[in-house]
């Protein structure tokens, strides 16, 4: 297996590197050794500001401070970016469109040991539903680094879903290209699509593997960009396989599978299953048995393609 | 900027009451006691203090003001239409549907809005967003802001007072428009922010009374506040609510209604009467 690194760190180093832009600017909310903001911090101490345990405050004081021109990186928890200080990244961020980026670490199960109360299984689906916010959710470090450079140079509030976990790197960073709302065809096959998003596109590759053995050629697609999103490879993969499969680690009400459900049902409706947290609250434990235990694997990938297959052949 | 005479100060004041009560009064809706109230705290700051430039409303050097109680969204208006934003028979069309004078102020709509506020606690926070870019780039502009009293009462105004006093923001000056009053009644009934001086000291701000209606007063504090050196500054203002139409003063119930016909006419024989009085002086 290739190299192994969570995207909260890819997230640091890519503040880091990109950092030199005096535009930029960093807050934390006390956790920067664990968002990584940490290094970005290490190389630019003037443009770094811990905003102490305060997430509400700290952005609309972000809104602030892009509205005198800067590009700010806010960073905290997923489940306090999205959850506590939701009403500030609305009425403060979102609704006057302001440079805010918002750097969500420690979203999902994989959070681990700290249990449910800090494993955000719902924040695509409230970030999602905010005018003007777009929500990219990276798969591996080389997704990571460049979807911050994207984020950089995009105007307007970006969330970005990172996670605690290390996770594989899929990616070759000299051939990688990253846009906004484009989707990555990762493997192709005709008979059923995995559309997968942050670390459930590894788990996608691998449930492909475990499908080749059994004589199914699944397609796999990486949808780093849950909003925008890009409709036309999810129709053009419906159109050409006719079964949908997707995967989040996220509450399967809202997120990812919601949004590739709206895109289906008004253009081409196809057989379709979800993976993700089936509508419950998550608990402590090693984050691969939580990903097992909630089944976010690649084996229950695989399993719920054969599942949307059988629902295909028998339309 | 040529500092205008106090009397000239006194009747933009009044001008701006008679648009709010025109504002509130052709949109029907709208808070017209606590505009009232935080009349002459912006009507200095526009007029007397802040370097702004309607021509360039985005100038980038400017000086900032956040509403941060953004239902008084119909002083700021008024305010920045007597100063030359946008025309002053725009303000007839508050809170209509083709209007871009939302209910509470939009940065993207409304040129010389600096920040959309409307959600209380917020503003105040992100004012301390833009002291603290001020002092990143080294800019010599300052920032200023008016908040409730009621709005002492979301926890996101004391996030925002701790961070502001940790950065040492003296480039911010924060008006409390402390008039006591709040939709469900007094503050104090509902649930008090007292002692708030005390409150303000302990999070480590300078602290500073003024009456909010006495112009002179106001300019001398903000003199005071742009004096203080390592800290920002709080303005108490003791203000009434409603202040200048005789039936809304002091009454909770026009924190957020609209005069009727009747209601407007009075209120506006009354400010009329004011102005006339201030032309013979």
């Known amino acids: 297996m290739a190299d192994k690194i969570a995207t909260r760190e890819a997230y640091g180093n890519a503040l880091a590197e990109f950092g030199s832009d005096n535009r930029i600017v960093v807050f934390d909310a006390d956790l920067s050794k664990s968002t990584k903001t940490d290094n970005f911090r290490k190389k630019y101490p003037e443009r770094f500001f811990n905003m102490g345990i305060a997430e509400g405050n700290m952005m609309a004081t972000a809104a602030g401070m892009a509205s005198c021109g800067k590009v700010v990186f806010a960073s905290t928890f997923a489940m306090f970016a999205a959850g506590r200080a939701f009403e500030q990244i609305r009425n403060s961020i979102c609704y006057p469109k302001l440079n805010v980026k918002i750097g969500a670490t420690h979203a999902g199960l994989s959070v681990g040991e700290d249990g449910a109360s800090h494993q955000a299984i719902e924040d695509i689906a409230i970030m999602r539903a905010l005018p003007n916010m777009t929500v990219i959710s990276p798969a591996d470090a080389v997704e990571t680094k460049y979807a911050v450079k994207a984020a950089i140079e995009h105007e307007g509030p970006v969330y970005l879903r990172l996670g605690r976990l290390n996770v594989p790197v899929i990616y070759n960073e000299s051939s990688y290209k990253f846009e906004i709302g484009k989707g990555i065809v990762l493997a192709e096959g005709n008979d059923a699509a995995i559309i997968a998003t942050g670390l459930m596109v590894s788990a996608a590759l691998e449930a492909k593997e475990l499908l080749q053995q059994e004589g199914i050629n699944a397609r796999v697609i990486d949808i780093h960009t849950i909003k925008p999103i890009d409709a036309d490879i999810i129709v053009k993969a419906a159109r050409e396989t006719g079964a949908i499969v997707t995967a989040e680690e996220h509450n399967i009400i809202g997120g990812l599978g919601s949004a590739v459900a709206e895109v289906l049902s008004e253009n081409y409706p196809v057989p379709l299953v979800r993976v993700g947290v089936q509508d419950k609250f998550g608990k402590s434990g090693k984050p691969d048995i939580l990903l097992q235990m909630y089944g976010l694997t690649a084996a229950d990938i695989a399993k719920s393609t054969k599942a949307v297959l059988k629902k295909k052949a028998g339309r | ?281």
């Open chain 2, 1 to 281: 900027m040529k500092k205008p005479e106090i009397k000239d100060l006194k009747k933009y004041a009044v001008k701006v009451r008679k648009h709010i009560i025109d504002e509130v009064y052709s949109a029907a809706s709208g808070h017209p006691g606590g505009s009232l109230s935080c009349t002459e705290i912006l009507t200095v700051l526009y007029f007397a203090e802040m370097r702004v430039n309607t021509k360039q409303p985005l100038w980038e050097d400017r000086d900032r003001f956040v509403l941060s109680k953004g239902h008084c969204s119909p002083a700021l208006y008024a305010v920045l239409a007597e100063k030359g934003f946008f025309p002053k028979e725009d303000l007839l069309t508050f809170r209509k549907a083709d209007s871009y004078l939302e209910g509470h102020p939009s940065m993207r709509y409304v040129p010389g809005v600096d920040m959309s506020t409307g959600s209380l606690g917020q503003g105040i926070s992100a004012a301390v967003g833009m002291a603290m870019a001020g002092k990143l780039d080294k800019k010599d502009c300052r920032v200023y802001a008016v908040l409730g009293d009621g709005e002492l009462q979301e926890g996101e105004v004391w996030e925002a007072f701790m961070a502001a006093a940790h950065y040492k923001l003296d480039n911010l000056t924060a008006f409390l428009d402390h008039n006591g009053l709040q939709i469900d009644g007094r503050i104090t009934d509902v649930m008090s922010p007292e002692p708030v001086a005390d409150k303000f000291k302990a999070f480590g701000w300078n602290v500073l009374k003024t009456d909010g209606h006495d112009i002179e007063k106001i300019l001398e504090s903000i003199g005071q506040a742009k004096d203080c050196k390592g800290k920002p500054t709080i303005i108490i203002a003791e203000t009434v609510k409603g202040k200048g139409v005789s039936y809304m003063e002091n009454q909770a119930g026009w924190h957020g209604s609209a005069p009727n016909k009747e209601q407007r006419d009075q209120a506006m024989a009354e400010l009329d009467k004011v102005l006339a009085e201030l032309e013979v002086e």
